[in-house]
């Protein structure tokens, strides 16, 4: 009989070294997290208790224990009106004239508004942001390495005060004529007056010399004196002769 081929086994992609994503934790805990990073990433939507479990799957939310913790949670929103939930954005804006609103409050204090906050409320805000800064209404902030906006600021300079102070050719080719004196001319054109003692001197205190530092001096060691006077006058350095044995 002809050998039987060997049937190819399928491809199996699946990682077992790996826990399987399933988006779901079974901590309490972790699922109330998810919930929270789910409205978090949908800012604006306002969700019951039923739907956002289903939409963030986390079925364990819809405990009392879990929904008491969710409610308490600093970031969600309850409306208890409606039972509704909600992401508590630092900053709650929902169009363009609310971003400049809240731009012109944060900038009475001298202070920005973080691009990021502006995201958590309102998908909208890096476009509405972008055509402020067109507009001149805002400056934007943005990162070195990937120029993304940071921050923003509101530009109290209107386009009307703005052209007011353009300065005219005419008034910039005469600034740049003018001739800059020599300090000699001005300490002279100015010694008739109340400041000319004074510049003289900060002249003259600008122009002095200094001194060059003098090298310290190094002290050479002193002599050593002899203590014991028995062996004055004997050079040390022969070797003498030892007594000889008798």
Do not use: C
Request: charged share 25%; aromatic share 4%; proline share 7%.
């Amino acid at each position: 009989m002809p050998p039987v081929a060997k049937k190819p086994k399928p491809k199996n992609n699946i990682v077992y070294s790996q826990p399987k994503d399933t988006h779901q934790g079974k901590n309490e805990n972790t699922q109330i997290h998810l919930a929270v990073t789910f409205l978090k990433d949908s800012p604006g939507m306002t969700l019951s208790l039923q739907d956002l479990s289903i939409m963030a799957d986390v079925p364990m939310i819809m405990e009392e224990s879990a929904a008491e913790k969710l409610r308490a949670h600093p970031k969600i929103q309850f409306h208890p009106a409606t039972n509704l939930y909600s992401y508590k954005a630092e900053i709650v804006v929902d169009s363009k004239d609310a971003i400049l609103t809240e731009m012109q409050r944060h900038g009475k204090k001298g202070v920005g508004v973080s691009i990021k906050n502006l995201k958590e409320s309102w998908k909208g805000s890096v476009d509405a942001i972008l055509e402020l800064e067109q507009e001149g209404k805002v400056i934007i902030i943005r990162s070195g390495k990937d120029d993304n906006p940071k921050f923003a600021f509101w530009n109290p300079i209107t386009q009307e005060q703005r052209d007011m102070q353009i300065i005219d050719d005419e008034f910039k080719t005469m600034w740049l004529e003018q001739n800059v004196p020599e300090d000699a001319d001005i300490v002279r054109s100015l010694s008739s007056g109340d400041q000319g003692m004074t510049l003289t001197v900060s002249h003259a205190m600008a122009t002095k010399p200094q001194q060059k530092k003098k090298a310290r001096k190094v002290n050479k060691p002193r002599p050593t004196k002899l203590t014991n006077t028995h062996i004055q006058g004997v050079d040390l350095s022969i070797d003498y002769p030892g007594p000889s044995a008798s």
